[in-house]
Nanobody, 124 residues
Framework: QVRLVESGGGLVQAGDSLRLSCAASGRTVSSYAMGWFRQAPGKERDFVAAISWSGSITYYADSVKGRFTISRDNAKNTVYLQMNSLKPEDTAVYYC?????????????????WGQGTQVTVSS
């Protein structure tokens, strides 16, 4: 079993930056690909970014490419999502996930564990 706990969400203005963290515990987390997903009110949960277990391969949704960066520190069992140039349409609950491969997670597949989510609100 893997437990994922997100932190770092909050209320910011458009153009600001935020860094989300996902602390993992339990089984050997470094062997899992990790990802971030988000769900806006009244919408489905969407893929945002994913990273391979080694950190060498990353995938991003088109809507966040060039603005968001996913990274991981396996020694700390933590995954990060650096979000720059935030827009009101980035407002959502952001969820951390652990899965089989980053490629699979980018296709919303192979997801094994979810965190409880952290709210990000971007005002205009």
């Amino acid at each position: 079993q893997v437990r994922l706990v997100e932190s770092g969400g909050g209320l910011v203005q458009a153009g600001d930056s935020l860094r989300l963290s996902c602390a993992a515990s339990g089984r050997t987390v470094s062997s899992y690909a990790m990802g971030w997903f988000r769900q806006a009110p009244g919408k489905e949960r969407d893929f945002v970014a994913a990273i391979s277990w080694s950190g060498s391969i990353t995938y991003y949704a088109d809507s966040v490419k060039g603005r968001f960066t996913i990274s991981r520190d396996n020694a700390k069992n933590t995954v990060y999502l650096q979000m720059n140039s935030l827009k009101p349409e980035d407002t959502a609950v952001y969820y951390c996930a652990a899965g089989s491969t980053a490629q699979a997670m980018s296709a919303y597949a192979g997801i094994k564990y979810w965190g409880q989510g952290t709210q990000v609100t971007v005002s205009s």
